[in-house]
């Protein structure tokens, strides 16, 4: 077993370092890219003025000039070539250098405007002054014109592509040095040690691409163009991006690095996932932090342009933190018993499980917000990290009391005359359904105009239209259905009845007996992510000679529907 294990390390590390050298050749092209742009179109050329400002100068006679223009698939750009012969110290010349700049360009009309010059100073037998190297008198240029917009470009242009390639580079490094940090003293980095110095640098790049439009931007406002100044609506996201980088960082530094130390290591499956983050600030045993653990499922989905990565949350739990003081600040512990039904860590890119751990919560009214991936595998070994018997109860209380005043904040329930009264309100869950709505709408609207296009397109557009419009239809009205429908429900003794009505008018109503807790039953009906959280929405039936009979539906959360069963059983004396 060792040795395949083995075989199988030493596999996979020639597969990594193989993609490792893939992704900084990548990274190092931008890189160098930009390096050399700014070389040539911006640093060459301020040297070589700085160098010519103590050369003399002399008459030149201009022999000849064309200029030059060189065609590629969506541009034109120029270049200038010209012969000329001057005299130094009693010594005949002949230069061809004109200018500064090597290559061509189109940045402004500066070549067009060099080649007429030299042009009217030919036809009139006029001389031009040039630029003579008292060192060496074979060196000239005719021109030593500095250009800002050229400068500009080389710099702003370059230092983009730079900023590209290096933060390419520092996020392959980040993933190898989190690699060794595990390795060497079995501590994870969180997720938020260096993502703002990402978007820091994004930001930048944001505020610096206008430059590049600020180049020509009075020749476009001369002629009309106003649209021109939308460009700076880049410079002004990217301030606000880096703004939001710079404040991750400060609160980033305010709580520290935070490592993590799993036991076990890797997490079981089968088994427990416990830990210990080290966060170097003071904390009450009582702080409100909160723990969430979830594996999640990603894979490619889609094709050519359209193709991404989609994650779907698998499992999901969360507890609040055991917290006690530490050798520099505090200890702040989790532990979680992980079902064996669980998959394991396992692929990457296109298709791989992944287990992550949240921290959040407030400290010194400061959002602590932070994140691990970790690596788990079936076992079923149990945590040192074990969490108190008396913290484990406090929070299972207090999680009792939130998820029923959110059941009773989803769920109207009271006593009346004829029994215990359970209504379902209509338009609840509202931004999902809206959300749906939009989903839908869009769909819909897509499927109709492929159907208008497809009397002259052809059929292939009937059936896509009518895919889509399917699709988009049915979610439209089954979305506007759910918005406008109210579920009564009464339980008396043992006699069970509802009443649907949807805007009011009552389409629907069932009766029945409920005799014991086994009738009822909690059930997950479809579910939502947002922010990596997963959120069920749970239905609670009576089961009535075979057939569900509804009592509540549209429950936000599993917690939120069990407390609500269990409230229902406590009313009606079945537990």
Same mark, same amino acid.
């Given at each position: 077993?060792?040795?395949?294990?083995?075989?199988?390390?030493?596999?996979?590390?020639?597969?990594?370092?193989?993609?490792?050298?893939?992704?900084?050749?990548?990274?190092?092209?931008?890189?160098?890219?930009?390096?050399?742009?700014?070389?040539?179109?911006?640093?060459?050329?301020?040297?070589?003025?700085?160098?010519?400002?103590?050369?003399?100068?002399?008459?030149?006679?201009?022999?000849?000039?064309?200029?030059?223009?060189?065609?590629?698939?969506?541009?034109?750009?120029?270049?200038?070539?010209?012969?000329?012969?001057?005299?130094?110290?009693?010594?005949?010349?002949?230069?061809?250098?004109?200018?500064?700049?090597?290559?061509?360009?189109?940045?402004?009309?500066?070549?067009?405007?060099?080649?007429?010059?030299?042009?009217?100073?030919?036809?009139?037998?006029?001389?031009?002054?040039?630029?003579?190297?008292?060192?060496?008198?074979?060196?000239?240029?005719?021109?030593? @014109?500095?250009?800002?917009?050229?400068?500009?470009? $080389?710099?702003?242009? /370059?230092? &983009?592509?730079? +900023? #590209?390639?290096? %933060?390419?580079?520092?996020?392959?490094?980040?993933?190898?040095?989190?690699?060794?940090?595990?390795?060497?003293?079995?501590?994870?980095?969180?997720?938020?040690?260096?993502?703002?110095?990402?978007?820091?640098?994004?930001?930048?790049?944001?505020?610096?691409?206008?430059?590049?439009?600020?180049?020509?931007?009075?020749?476009?406002?001369?002629?009309?163009?106003?649209?021109?100044?939308?460009?700076?609506?880049?410079?002004?996201?990217?301030?606000?991006?880096?703004?939001?980088?710079?404040?991750?960082?400060?609160?980033?530094?305010?709580?520290?690095? @935070?490592?993590?130390?799993?036991?076990?290591?890797? $997490?079981?499956?089968? /088994?427990? &996932?416990?830990? +210990? #983050?080290?966060? %170097?600030?003071?904390?009450?045993?009582?702080?409100?932090?909160?723990?969430?653990?979830?594996?999640?499922?990603?894979?490619?989905?889609?094709?050519?342009?359209?193709?991404?990565?989609?994650?779907?949350?698998?499992?999901?739990?969360?507890?609040?933190?055991?917290?006690?003081?530490?050798?520099?600040?505090?200890?702040?512990?989790?532990?979680?018993?992980?079902?064996?039904?669980?998959?394991?860590?396992?692929?990457?890119?296109?298709?791989?499980?992944?287990?992550?751990?949240?921290?959040?919560?407030?400290?010194?009214?400061?959002?602590?917000?932070?994140?691990?991936?970790?690596?788990?595998?079936?076992?079923?070994?149990?945590?040192?990290?074990?969490?108190?018997?008396?913290?484990?109860?406090?929070?299972?209380?207090?999680?009792?009391?939130?998820?029923?005043?959110?059941?009773?904040?989803?769920?109207?329930?009271?006593?009346?005359?004829?029994?215990?009264?359970?209504?379902?309100?209509?338009?609840?869950?509202?931004?999902?359904?809206?959300?749906?709505?939009?989903?839908?709408?869009?769909?819909?609207?897509?499927?109709?105009?492929?159907?208008?296009?497809?009397?002259?397109?052809?059929?292939?557009?009937?059936?896509?239209?009518?895919?889509?419009?399917?699709?988009?239809?049915?979610?439209?009205?089954?979305?506007?259905?759910?918005?406008?429908?109210?579920?009564?429900?009464?339980?008396?003794?043992?006699?069970?009845?509802?009443?649907?009505?949807?805007?009011?008018?009552?389409?629907?109503?069932?009766?029945?007996?409920?005799?014991?807790?086994?009738?009822?039953?909690?059930?997950?009906?479809?579910?939502?992510?947002?922010?990596?959280?997963?959120?069920?929405?749970?239905?609670?039936?009576?089961?009535?000679?075979?057939?569900?009979?509804?009592?509540?539906?549209?429950?936000?959360?599993?917690?939120?529907?069990?407390?609500?069963?269990?409230?229902?059983?406590?009313?009606?004396?079945?537990?």
């Amino acid at each position: 077993m060792s040795n395949t294990a083995s075989a199988d390390g030493a596999q996979n590390n020639k597969k990594d370092g193989k993609g490792g050298c893939l992704m900084y050749g990548f990274a190092g092209t931008f890189l160098i890219a930009g390096l050399a742009v700014m070389v040539f179109v911006a640093i060459k050329p301020l040297f070589h003025y700085w160098q010519s400002g103590s050369w003399d100068r002399v008459p030149a006679k201009i022999l000849s000039n064309t200029l030059n223009r060189h065609y590629s698939e969506d541009s034109i750009t120029y270049s200038v070539d010209a012969r000329y012969r001057y005299t130094y110290r009693g010594q005949r010349f002949t230069g061809y250098t004109v200018s500064l700049y090597g290559g061509s360009d189109n940045v402004e009309d500066y070549w067009q405007r060099l080649n007429r010059r030299l042009s009217i100073a030919r036809e009139q037998n006029r001389t031009v002054r040039a630029w003579v190297n008292p060192d060496n008198p074979g060196q000239a240029y005719l021109d030593r @014109t500095l250009r800002p917009g050229s400068l500009i470009f $080389g710099f702003v242009f /370059g230092g &983009v592509f730079m +900023l #590209v390639g290096g %933060g390419l580079m520092f996020l392959f490094s980040r993933g190898d040095k989190a690699q060794s940090l595990v390795s060497e003293t079995g501590l994870y980095a969180s997720e938020q040690s260096s993502g703002h110095g990402m978007v820091i640098g994004i930001g930048i790049m944001l505020l610096l691409m206008p430059l590049l439009a600020s180049v020509q931007i009075w020749e476009h406002l001369k002629n009309g163009n106003y649209g021109i100044l939308f460009v700076l609506l880049f410079s002004a996201l990217g301030l606000v991006v880096i703004v939001l980088g710079w404040r991750a960082r400060q609160a980033y530094l305010f709580f520290g690095p @935070t490592p993590l130390k799993l036991d076990p290591e890797p $997490g079981h499956a089968g /088994g427990q &996932v416990g830990g +210990l #983050v080290s966060l %170097g600030r003071p904390l009450s045993r009582h702080a409100d932090l909160n723990v969430c653990l979830t594996c999640l499922r990603g894979r490619e989905v889609g094709s050519g342009e359209d193709r991404r990565i989609e994650e779907d949350v698998l499992w999901q739990s969360d507890q609040r933190a055991w917290c006690q003081p530490g050798q520099t600040g505090s200890d702040i512990q989790f532990c979680f018993d992980v079902p064996e039904d669980q998959p394991a860590t396992t692929g990457s890119g296109r298709n791989y499980i992944l287990w992550r751990v949240e921290l959040e919560g407030l400290v010194d009214d400061r959002a602590l917000t932070r994140s691990w991936e970790i690596p788990v595998q079936a076992g079923v070994s149990n945590s040192r990290f074990a969490l108190p018997e008396s913290h484990r109860n406090e929070d299972r209380r207090e999680r009792e009391v939130e998820a029923l005043e959110s059941a009773n904040q989803q769920i109207e329930v009271e006593q009346t005359g004829e029994g215990l009264h359970l209504v379902s309100r209509a338009g609840r869950n509202l931004g999902m359904k809206l959300g749906l709505l939009v989903f839908g709408s869009i769909f819909a609207g897509v499927g109709t105009v492929l159907f208008v296009l497809a009397a002259k397109e052809g059929f292939m557009l009937y059936i896509m239209g009518s895919i889509f419009g399917l699709i988009g239809y049915l979610i439209v009205f089954s979305t506007l259905y759910t918005l406008g429908r109210r579920l009564d429900a009464w339980v008396r003794g043992g006699e069970v009845r509802n009443q649907r009505r949807w805007l009011g008018i009552p389409v629907a109503r069932r009766e029945g007996r409920l005799l014991n807790a086994d009738q009822l039953v909690l059930e997950s009906g479809m579910s939502s992510t947002s922010n990596g959280r997963k959120t069920e929405y749970m239905t609670l039936y009576a089961k009535v000679d075979g057939k569900k009979l509804r009592l509540a539906e549209g429950i936000a959360g599993r917690e939120a529907g069990e407390a609500l069963r269990e409230a229902v059983l406590r009313t009606l004396r079945l537990v």
